[in-house]
C-alpha cells in the first residue's frame, strides 16, 4: 500500500508539472499565431488511451507515462515530422515565425514551471505558515550517526555556525552543508568552542547516503506510551517518567540509552527514572532486539519552534523569495553533480528515487512542497543547452539572432536524435541506478 501511495503521488505530480509546462509552450504558440497540432500528456507512440480535437488541435493522453508533448506545426521537435518539414513554410507555422518569436515559445515551458513553484509556494504559505526550528533552540546539542561520527562531529555537540555563517534554522544544516561544499563546523562541545574540519571526499558519501540524518536533535528520554507488548509497561513505568540511567550507567538523553540498551539484549535491568522529582528504579527486561517497549516524546515536547502565518499578499513575495532560493540551491546541487571530486552522479536516481521522496501516507503540504520542487527542477534541467531540451533549441534561436544565420533544417534533425539517445541513455543510467540500489539493498 505504501508503494502504491507513493506511485500514485508521483504520477499525480507529474502530470500536474508536465501538463503546465506544455501549456507553456501553448499558450505562446498561439498568442504569436503558431498551430498546435497535438497537446498530449504522456506519449503515445502507435496509440493513446484518450483524445479529442478541438478546433485545430488534438487533445488526449498517451500510454508511456514519461512525459508529454505539444506538436507544433514546423517545428523540428521528437515527432520527427520529415514530411511536414519538405513542404514549403506556411505562415502558421512554427519556422516561419521571427526568431525571438521562436524563443519565447521555446521558453514558454519553463517560465509557466517557475511560475508553477512560485504560485504553489504563495498558497502554501498562506495556507499553512511556515514553521522551522530555530538552532539555538537545540539546547541539549545533536545526535549523530556513524556517519556523522566519522565527519568529526560528536552526540551532544551544538552547532553554531557553517564555515563560520550562522544557520538560523537547524534543519537546513545538513543541506548547507552539502550544497554549499562545506570545509568546517564550529561546535560548542564541553563548553569549549570547537572547529571540526571536514574530511576531504566526505560529501560524496553524505551523497551516497541519501539521508540528511546524520545530523540530529538530542531529546531526553521521557515515556510517551507503550506499545501493546512492553516490559517496561509491565515492569510498572508510566506515562511522563523521565529514564535517566540503566544498571547504573547515566543516560539522560534518549541517544546514550538506545547506545547502552543494546548491550542487555534478553537481560534483565535496572532502570533509573524520575517520577515527581522522585528517582525510581525499576526491573525490566530488554527484548531481544534491544529494546523495553517504551515511546518516547519528540522534539516538539522539548523545543520551541518559530511559526509564522501569511495573508495572501504577504505571501506573494514570500513565496516568490521561496522560489528563487529553491532555484539557487538546485543550481548548486547540479554543480556538484557535475564535480569529479564529489562524484554526485553516482547517487543520480531515477523514477525510484523520485517516488521515494514522497511520504508513505498521503500528506497534502508535503505534496505540493515536493510538486514545487520538482516544478523548478523540471524547468531547469529543461533549460540545460542540450538537443531535444527546449534548451537545445534556445541555444541554436541565440545563434541565430546573434549570426542572422538560420541552422539548416537537416542539422537541426540530427540535433534531435542525438539529443533523444543521450536522454535516452541518460534515463537508463539514472533509473539502473536504482536498480542497482534495489539490489545491493
Known amino acids: 500500500m505504501e508503494i502504491l501511495i507513493k506511485a500514485t503521488q508521483l504520477i499525480f505530480s507529474l502530470s500536474i508539472l508536465v501538463i503546465f509546462h506544455e501549456f507553456g509552450h501553448f499558450i505562446a504558440s498561439k498568442i504569436f499565431g503558431a498551430r498546435v497540432e497535438k497537446f498530449y500528456l504522456f506519449f503515445d507512440p502507435w496509440f493513446s488511451l484518450f483524445k479529442f480535437k478541438k478546433g ?9 507515462p514519461l512525459g508529454g508533448y505539444v506538436k507544433i506545426s514546423g517545428m523540428i521537435d521528437e515527432s520527427m515530422d520529415k514530411e511536414q518539414m519538405k513542404q514549403p513554410p506556411q505562415p502558421w507555422e512554427f519556422r516561419s515565425k521571427p526568431a525571438w518569436q521562436r524563443l519565447i515559445i521555446m521558453l514558454g515551458g519553463v517560465t509557466v514551471n ?25 539546547k541539549y546539542g545533536i545526535t549523530v550517526d556513524s556517519l556523522g561520527t566519522e565527519m568529526g562531529l560528536r552526540n551532544g555537540d551544538k552547532i553554531l555556525s557553517v564555515d563560520g555563517e550562522k544557520v538560523d534554522d537547524f534543519l537546513k544544516i545538513p543541506g548547507k552543508i552539502i550544497l554549499d561544499d562545506a570545509k568546517t563546523v564550529q561546535v560548542e562541545r564541553d563548553g569549549k568552542l570547537t572547529d571540526v574540519k571536514i574530511p576531504d571526499g566526505f560529501i560524496s558519501k553524505m551523497l551516497q547516503q ?26 510498572g513505568m508510566k506515562e511522563g517518567d523521565r529514564i535517566v540511567g540503566l544498571n547504573g550507567q547515566q543516560a539522560l538523553y534518549f541517544d546514550e540509552f538506545k547506545t547502552v540498551v543494546n548491550s542487555y539484549k534478553g537481560q534483565k535491568v535496572d532502570v533509573a527514572l524520575i517520577r515527581s522529582n522522585d528517582t525510581l528504579h525499576l526491573p525490566v527486561v530488554v527484548t531481544a532486539q534491544g529494546m523495553i517497549g517504551v515511546a518516547p516524546k519528540g522534539p516538539d515536547a522539548y ?26 540551491d538546485y543550481l548548486k546541487s547540479l554543480k556538484l553533480l557535475f564535480s569529479p571530486k564529489v562524484k ?7 523514477f525510484i528515487t523520485i517516488a521515494k521522496i514522497f511520504p508513505s501516507v498521503w500528506h497534502w503540504e508535503s505534496f505540493w512542497r515536493l510538486t514545487a520542487f520538482l516544478s523548478i527542477m523540471l524547468a531547469i534541467l529543461n533549460v540545460l543547452p542540450i538537443p531535444a531540451l527546449d534548451g537545445g533549441h534556445v541555444m541554436f534561436l541565440f545563434y541565430e539572432i546573434v549570426t542572422r544565420r538560420k541552422p539548416s533544417d537537416k542539422f537541426l534533425e540530427y540535433t534531435q536524435i542525438v539529443g533523444m539517445v543521450l536522454l535516452l541513455a541518460l534515463l537508463v543510467f539514472a533509473n539502473g541506478n536504482d536498480i542497482v540500489k534495489l539490489f545491493r539493498h
Open 344 to 350: 554526485a552522479y553516482e547517487s543520480v536516481g531515477g
Open 56 to 64: 485545430e488541435t488534438e487533445y488526449g493522453v498517451g500510454w508511456l
Open 303 to 328: 523545543f520551541h519552534f518559530n511559526e509564522r502565518q501569511f495573508t495572501f499578499i504577504e505571501a506573494i513575495p514570500a513565496g516568490a523569495v521561496k522560489a528563487y532560493t529553491s532555484v539557487g
Open 210 to 235: 541519501k539521508t540528511a540524518d546524520f545530523i540530529n536533535v538530542r531529546i531526553p528520554f521521557v515515556v510517551d506510551g507503550f506499545p501493546r507488548v512492553s516490559p517496561a509497561k509491565d515492569a
Open 114 to 138: 517557475i511560475l508553477l513553484a512560485v504560485g504553489i509556494y504563495i498558497l502554501m504559505l498562506f495556507t499553512w505558515g511556515e514553521q522551522y526550528l530555530p538552532t539555538a533552540e537545540v
